[in-house]
């Protein structure tokens, strides 16, 4: 979740505004929970002589992550994730590119959980609290990066 004040939003000329009313834009926000933070980045498809720019989203969950890079069709992706220390069980955060986004449930009550490969190991996203890692059962992946995946000796 983040937290916005209105002292840090940025005025939109009313030309911009009419473009995106219900948007606003803000040029500080808080992150609220010390959960992993997702840097998503998509670059869309673009007509031939059409200018080409990457949009850049932050979300506080695997789950909203996952539905920015299958909500449509993207010339590429890129997500990273930035972990708490809790997570890597250091003294500081770390950034890392997500490799893979799978789908999972959580023990017997078949509760949906998500789970993320990294350079820095695979991690439990905690939207539901801590979880015993034995409980955890992989049901499907959901997303895999396509240029770690296409490489020689990625997975395919």
């Known amino acids: 979740m983040f937290r916005v004040d209105s002292r840090f939003e940025i005025y939109m000329p009313p030309f911009l505004e009419s473009e995106s009313a219900e948007l606003r834009q803000f040029h500080l926000v808080e992150q609220c ?3 992993p933070l997702w840097h998503v980045q998509v670059l869309p498809l673009a007509a031939k002589d059409e200018f080409q720019r990457w949009s850049c ?3 506080v969950r695997a789950g909203d992550a996952l539905g920015i890079l299958v909500g449509q069709q993207w010339e590429r992706v890129k997500l990273h994730v930035v972990l708490p220390e809790y997570m890597t069980r250091t003294n500081s955060i770390k950034m890392s590119r997500c490799t893979a986004l799978w789908e999972c449930s959580l023990g017997e009550e078949q509760q949906v959980a998500w789970q993320f490969d990294t350079a820095l190991g695979s ?3 905690p939207e539901f609290g801590e979880f015993d890692t034995s409980r955890v059962k992989r049901r499907e992946i959901r997303w895999r990066d ?3 995946a296409n490489e020689p000796g990625g997975a395919h």
Do not use: A
Request: no cysteine; aromatic share 24%.
């Open 33 to 35: 929970f010390n959960v």
């Open 57 to 59: 989203y932050l979300v």
């Open 123 to 125: 991690f439990l996203d």
């Open 146 to 148: 396509p240029e770690i």
